[in-house]
T-cell receptor, first 115, second 114 residues
Framework: EAQVTQNPRYLITVTGKKLTVTCSQN?????MSWYRQDPGLGLRQIYY???????DKGDVPEGYKVSRKEKRNFPLILESPSPNQTSLYFC??????????????FGEGSRLTVL | QQQVKQSPQSLIVQKGGISIINCAYE??????FPWYQQFPGKGPALLIA?????SEKKEGRFTISFNKSAKQFSLHIMDSQPGDSATYFC?????????????FGRGTQLTVWP
């Protein structure tokens, strides 16, 4: 089954404790991206990657890191989480051309709470 | 700065009615406009998309209308059903200079009453 898999789905952590949210896709997509969803603010792009070893900032990259060492994986790293990073996070992927036109496949989300 | 402005924030429609969600943008370089549908506990899923060289696109009960001169586009859901109750996001992208960027509106929570 074609899918984008995120882990963990739910996480409660404390300020400053480094964490990684993993994202894996099995569709051989070149393009991957991370979004955060907050009430009233919609979906905001954090980082995206057009291909392996190519990453770029979205609208809200502060406090996050990403890496793209393999085509299928695109982990989101919070080096020192803060309460304002409490949010619902989505990973998405697409073939490169579709990624640029906005036709994305989304994971089911990772709800993160930072105390 | 909000690149895509979406309204209303919430919408309540009776079963069988027409749901209308509007979006507006400023950046004339945008050249692709997808709509996403999100059910509670799920990720968004592509519903329908349109390019600016087309004024209308219809897929079943869902229609996008596009007004290039006004820089506005809207989603119409005909014969709305309780199963359409979800959050809808419009979005915009530029396939040229901002490769990989996709800008979303803030979403509209649609509730269809039976």
């Amino acid at each position: 089954e074609a899918q984008v898999t995120q882990n963990p789905r739910y996480l409660i952590t404390v300020t400053g404790k480094k964490l990684t949210v993993t994202c894996s896709q099995n569709m051989n997509h070149e393009y991957m991206s991370w979004y955060r969803q907050d009430p009233g603010l919609g979906l905001r792009q954090i980082y995206y990657s057009m291909n392996v070893e190519v990453t770029d900032k979205g609208d809200v990259p502060e406090g996050y890191k990403v890496s793209r060492k393999e085509k299928r994986n695109f982990p989101l790293i919070l080096e020192s989480p803060s309460p304002n990073q409490t949010s619902l996070y989505f990973c998405a992927s697409s073939f490169r051309d579709r990624g640029n036109t906005g036709e994305l496949f989304f994971g089911e989300g990772s709800r993160l709470t930072v105390l | 700065q909000q690149q895509v402005k979406q309204s209303p924030q919430s919408l309540i429609v009776q079963k069988g009615g027409i749901s209308i969600i509007n979006c507006a943008y400023e950046n004339t370089a945008f050249d692709y406009f997808p709509w996403y549908q999100q059910f509670p506990g799920k990720g968004p899923a592509l519903l329908i998309a349109i390019r600016p060289d087309v004024s209308e696109k219809k897929e079943g009960r869902f229609t996008i209308s596009f007004n290039k001169s006004a820089k506005q586009f809207s989603l119409h859901i005909m014969d709305s059903q309780p199963g359409d109750s979800a959050t809808y996001f419009c979005a915009a992208s530029n396939r040229g200079s901002t490769l990989g960027r996709l800008y979303f509106g803030r979403g509209t929570q649609l509730t269809v009453w039976p």
